[in-house]
């Protein structure tokens, strides 16, 4: 593997992400930007961590795309926060209904943290 250190030229990294994003334009396909979800669904999914885990998130990160369903075509929603406590996080998630009312899953992980590497003048 590669190291790069300061002033080491980066070039084809650039050039890849640049092909990556022209090759869209010129199909037409340009991204769109994330739509936020309506505030009744943000509603109903901290109420929904406050009510199944005891904790206020007030951002929690909402996955609800529409395409997304099984195999009998109902949607779901999906949502994650994390708790920072420390040397350690806690991560919290929950498979919803579409409109957040109810959930299907939850579950409650907790992680160590990865220790911060040194700078890349200071390593052994």
Known sequence: ???FRIGDSVKV???????????SALFGQVPSPP????DSIVAA???A???EFGETIEHPAIYN???AVNCRGEGHLTTTAYLRAGV???????????????VIRKDRSQVLLARRPL???QNP
């Open 119 to 121: 700078p890349w003048n």
């Open 45 to 47: 999914v901290k109420a």
């Open 1 to 3: 593997m590669n190291r």
């Open 88 to 102: 350690t996080t806690t991560l919290l998630s929950m498979y919803m209904s579409r409109d957040g009312g109810s």
């Open 49 to 51: 961590y406050q009510r």
């Open 13 to 23: 990294d650039f050039a890849s992400v640049a092909l990556v994003v022209s090759s």
């Open 35 to 38: 739509q936020l979800p309506p």
């Open 65 to 67: 795309n529409p395409q």
